[in-house]
């Protein structure tokens, strides 16, 4: 593992996962095989045995299901938490505890770096994109998936509730935001699409690590969302009392520019 210098915040993230490791692979969105398919479905990646750094790796969710469709594949996932990456699916792959600002890793070495639910916990943004160019081959590309609200009233609500329920998170982005960040960083957006997941509230809050206090707020707070809020996001309570309803995910697919 490579140590890494704790700042303030990035010490918070580092605990908050730390605390989620040893149940993150029952709870996570992200650990569902089939939604796993759809990402690496995105890329269209020539070369026989391509590298992949994951940024944000957690327990290698990625790892399995990029091996299976790129056999012969080199992967390495990049995580501030030492025990989610203890926690992680290794096989022959590397794992390192680092900061996604400065990946220990060599220049224009990988064809794709993954970014999946990342990017609201980076501090500088732009320059871990310029990161993500820097350890990508000229003909790579870089794949960002990152929890995103709707316009007006859901942004608006969306930004409340995430206040709530993941406080450390630095950043709310919108679609529109990733795409700026990404051409700040270098790179033109090629493909861009929205993944619409339906979750049930009890359980998002649940394994968010919340105090019981937070954990009413957050109900509190899909409670008395806007009526634009639950039309738009298929708001259904449930006879237990829950509440079900769609979350959106953007993939950004992007490529250095020339």
Known sequence: MVPIRERRQTGQIHRHFDLRAETYGETSTWTHQKRLGRIIDLLTIQRDAPSFVDVGAGIGTMR?????????????????????????????????????????????????????????????????????????????????????????D????????????????????????LREVLRKGGFQTDVEITETVRIKLHDWLGYQGLDPRSIRLGRLLHQKAPASVKASRNFKELDDGDIEFDVFFTMLLATPHP
């Open 64 to 152: 399995r299901p990029l091996l299976d469709r790129f056999p012969g594949a080199r992967y390495v996932g990049v995580d501030l938490s030492l025990r989610m990456l203890q926690q992680a699916d290794r096989g022959t792959s590397a794992y390192a505890q680092a900061d996604a600002h400065a990946l220990p890793l060599l220049s224009h070495s990988f064809d794709c770096v993954l970014a999946r639910q990342v990017m609201h916990y980076l501090e500088r943004p732009v320059d871990a994109i310029l990161e993500f160019r820097r350890v990508l081959r000229a003909d790579g590309g870089v794949l960002i998936i990152q929890g995103t609200p709707l316009s007006g």
């Open 154 to 177: 859901d942004a608006s609500w969306w930004k409340s509730v995430m206040q709530v329920a993941q406080p450390v998170r630095q950043h709310r982005w919108t679609a529109a935001g």
